[in-house]
Structures are given as C-alpha cells and as structure tokens.
C-alpha cells in the first residue's frame, strides 16, 4: 500500500485500502489519517465519506462517527445508507428521537431509490 501510495498519491483507492488496513490492525489512529489525506483529494466523495464514518463508529467514536454522517448527508441528502447509519450512531449515543427522524428519513429515501431503481420514477 505504501508503494502504491507513493507512486499515486491521489488515488483515493489506495488511501482507502491503506485505510481499512490500518483500522483491521488496531491502528486507529493512522486510518484516520489516511482517511482524512483520502479526503483532501476528493472533498465531495460520499463514498469515501461513507466508509470513514462507518469506521469511526466501529472504533465507538459516536459523536465523529454521527458528525461525519451529517457532513455526508449535508453533500448528498439522498443517500439512504448515511440516514441509516446515522441513525444507529444517534442510538448508541442515547438520542431516540433524532435516530427515530432519521430513520424515517432513511426509510423514505430508501423508497425513492427503490423507484428509481425500478423505473417507476425515473427523472
């Protein structure tokens, strides 16, 4: 992953990969950086944002994990995994009432995909 790194370093899936590797051997705080350099490159990448998120809270940072989640909803408010996974964070951090409007939230734009996957409403 270094190599890669260094031979392409606005590659974002090299920093993600990097990333996750980082998280799978307990080095937190080294995939939080590289996430965060991965982030320099490609501001706008809810995906990119989406796995960061997520591995915040997997570590139990909630509160990152929860303000990260709203930065992606903020880039693309139709992305229905976000609502959800903020809405587990609200969960662990002792919120029922934003997780349960935020999951409706998750439940409605689940739906309009679903539409728009289907074809039934397509724009």
Not at 55 to 79: K, S, T
Not at 96 to 113: M, T, Y
Request: proline content about 2%; overall charge neutral; aromatic content about 12%.
């Amino acid at each position: 992953f270094l190599i890669a790194k260094t031979i392409d370093s606005s590659y974002l899936n090299t920093f993600v990969d990097l990333a996750i590797a980082y998280e799978h051997v307990h080095n937190e705080e080294a995939a939080i950086r590289t996430f965060q350099e991965a982030l320099r490159y490609d501001p706008l990448n809810t995906d990119v944002h989406n796995v960061y998120c997520s591995m915040q809270g997997n570590i139990g940072r909630f509160e990152e994990a929860a303000a990260c989640f709203e930065d992606v909803l903020r880039i693309d408010p139709h992305f229905a995994g976000a609502y959800r996974d903020l809405q587990r964070c609200y969960l662990f951090l002792r919120r029922p009432r934003k997780a349960a409007l935020v999951g409706i939230r998750a439940i409605w734009h689940s739906d309009v995909l679903k539409k728009r996957w289907e074809g039934k409403d397509r724009r």
